[in-house]
């Protein structure tokens, strides 16, 4: 068989090694279009819990990791002069040209051809029995196939850039510093002896009153916004000891999070994709390059489990792989949306809190206490401090009702519909302002393109009564959606319009009310009745 790997990037190196030693019959070609001393970005980081399908497959990972990467166990948030540390998160990094450099000698050595500066299409790789389109979120081979694959692509409203530094951090470390144009966000972490990943992201608002907007991004790959280095290394001077921001084609983007539903096509000649050409989730799951060695994984292990049979062979790498690329951008979707408001968080959380939810974006109480228990341990006790009791045991009060603690039934009348919550005393829902004491009741979307028309429905109910017309809700419940819209619409009722959120479950869920409420997402948690 001779296959064509487009794209010389983790992914086309680890399956062009794997399938030479599964097939060495096999004829591979990597094509890269880059120089081989062309190396883009700084480092990549792994998570120990997810690598031994990759370590299983091949030691040159491992290899890189131990004689070249950094390891670390603890996440360390950097909040209004403080800083919070969470163990239990192994984690290593190293440069991403180390790691090219061991994943080219590796599969020169078992028999694959490697070829830079060439850039190819399809049309000229027709003498190829298959194309492995590894080649990125700009596929050129992927766009050349059309629409048939079934992809869509959503782009995040936060703005990112990536940078290095000579200031060593300990392990991933997260800082937020508010400068006068906004909130400015790091994602740092070491990746060797001398070096650390340095990722900046911040709203769109904030980037534009800093003047962060005036560097031309059509440019062609190489050129750097060196004004945006000169204002965040000022920016986060105290923070890396007046290190330097090192730059490397460091330009600000929308992360777009790609999904396809086929990652192959025998039309017009067999073709599969892997790695970033068919998916991708946000930096901050750190699943980037371990999602493209993953599927190069299973295509060379379904490759050489269906010798001569490709479209049996292609069905079974989709069917592999699929299932754990679609689990990690499911998690990875709650952990953009933190990045997207970050901001908001940081003017309205005491450190503690701002890291605890932080850390809960994607997990919940119970997990990550026994990931971390002493961390978990340390949040429970200041929310004790601040309120005198753990946080489900914590009383409610606005100023027309109450309630005993923080779960509390939500009744429910014809079709199942909150009528009521229970607290000291009964109080009415309603869609729309009623006298007396009353609750409102919203619904969540169930897609993030809804959200503008239920924020719009917040903004009224927030408004100061008129003179004779009824005072406003005592609280917003908020039903239905998905739990990321539901979080967020209690998210903006309460630290936006300063009015009390309860989230409405269908099901008991002590950890995830535990979670909601000890994280400052929502004030309560309602059960239906």
Known sequence: MRIAVVGGGPGGLFFAALIRQADPSAEVTVFERNRA???????????????????????????????????????????????????????????????????RERARDVGAALRFSTEVTLDDLQGYDLVVAADGTGSRIREALGPGLGASVETATAKFIWFGTDYLFDGLTFVHERSPDGV????????????????????????????????????????????????????????????????????????????????????????????????????????????????????????????????AALTAYERAAQPSVRGIQDSARPSLAWWEHFGRYHDTFEPWQFAYHFLTRSIGDARLGRRAPDFVAASHSSWVATYGAEPLETPFESALWSARGRVVDVLTGAEGVPVAVRGTQDLPLAAHPAPGAWGALLTAPDTEAGLPEVFALLSELARPAGADGPGGPELVAVRG???????????????????????IETEPDRDRAVTTVLSGRADLVGVTR
């Not at 004004?227 to 777009?256: P, V």
């Not at 790609?258 to 946000?282: F, K, S």
């Not at 959606?481 to 009015?499: F, S």
């Open 184 to 311: 400015f966000a790091v994602h740092g972490y070491p990746i060797s002896d001398t070096v650390s990943t340095f990722i900046v992201e911040t709203d769109e608002a904030s980037w534009r009153r800093a003047g962060l907007d005036e560097f031309d991004v059509t440019r062609p790959p190489g050129a750097s916004d060196t004004r945006s280095q000169e204002y965040l290394e000022k920016l986060f001077a105290e923070q890396i000891d007046g290190g330097r921001l090192l730059t490397n084609n460091s330009r600000w983007g929308n992360f777009r999070t790609r999904r396809t539903r086929r990652w192959h096509t025998l039309d017009p000649r067999p073709v599969a994709l892997l790695g970033d050409a068919v998916h991708t989730a946000h930096f901050s799951v750190g699943s980037g390059t371990k999602m493209a060695m993953e599927d190069a994984v299973e295509l060379s292990r379904a490759l050489a489990g269906h010798p001569g049979d490709l479209s």
């Open 37 to 103: 001393d062309d190396t883009f970005g700084f480092g990549v980081v792994f998570s120990d819990r997810t690598l031994e399908a990759i370590h299983a497959a091949d030691p040159v990972l491992r290899q890189a990791l131990t004689e070249h990467g950094r390891h670390w166990d603890e996440i360390e948030v950097r909040l209004k002069g403080e800083r919070i540390r969470c163990g239990g998160n192994g984690m290593a990094a190293v440069v991403r040209r180390t790691l090219l450099l061991l994943l």
């Open 481 to 503: 959606g998905t739990p990321l819209t539901r979080t967020l619409v209690c998210e903006r009722a309460r630290m936006r319009e300063r009015l009390p959120a309860l989230a």
